[in-house]
């Protein structure tokens, strides 16, 4: 090896036993608690945990509970992987038009609820959204709305719990589009204004694939973090009314430490893990597909 490459592993170094020592571990582990039976009886006395193989993998799919876990975590994604990424990307292209004045201004107020503290910002906004003091059934019985249980309610915990997720991450991915943006040419689109391009087809044809990395970018992330959604239903409607924001990851949680069922969780982990990774994978072909990658 030469000296430059030998420099370049002694800097890697310590990324890499970190990378092994926190994700890859980890796992290797969860990969083999999820083929025992380990709970709280075989923390006292390693002699009782018994090797299972695929059986908490088959009682799973037997478990009502965890089919509607998935349900909701799906229900999850589908609608707010999309409007994440849509308001991002409008926010992005508002605060980058030439006409808007306090640029830094409107991209710290979007993008200050990412950096705020998840749990404070989900108890305020539980507060916000309570029946009988929240701010918001306040504001609609000064137009004659009568209360609504926002999130007591079957029908509108999925809606206000997911209003909560998407305001609270989209100025992480508008952040990225505002850098994409500032990188497509400015001679591009005014090609495209001498040739008779209106806005929508400039927007279309010019704007989009220019930022398609980006946009691959924050697909990835926003459908890796949607199916990975647990503090916002744990913190405001614990899971439910009637299971109606049970995730996956909240399965998985309540299996773990509300039954000390640590072989059927990790069971779960390893499950979502390998859904994450066949999802991201199918985006990257995708991205190639379209020359995104």
Known sequence: MTRQARAGWAFSLPVLLGTLLVLVVPT??????????????????????RFVGPGNYAELLHTPLFWRAVGNTVLFAAIGV???IGTSLLAALLVSSATVRWKPLWRLLLFAPYVT???ATALVWRYVLDTRTGLLNYVLSLVGVAPVDWLGDPRTSIPATL?????KAFGYNMLVFVAA??????????AARLDGAGAWARFRHVTLPAIGPALLL???????????????????????PAQSTVTVLYFMFDQGFTWWNLGMASAVAVLLFVAILLLTAVQARLGRRYEWL
Not at 181 to 190: G, K, N, Q, R, Y
């Open 218 to 240: 924050a697909a990835v992330l926003s459908v890796a973090n949607f199916l990975q959604v647990f503090t916002e239903p744990y913190v405001m409607t614990h899971g439910g």
């Open 82 to 84: 999309p409007a994440a």
């Open 28 to 49: 290797i582990g969860a990969l083999l608690l999820s083929l025992t039976d380990f709970d709280i009886y075989a923390l006292a006395h390693l002699r009782d945990l």
């Open 163 to 167: 209003l909560f997720i998407v305001w």
């Open 117 to 119: 503290t998840l749990v």
């Open 181 to 190: 943006l500032a990188t497509v040419s400015d001679e591009l689109h005014e």
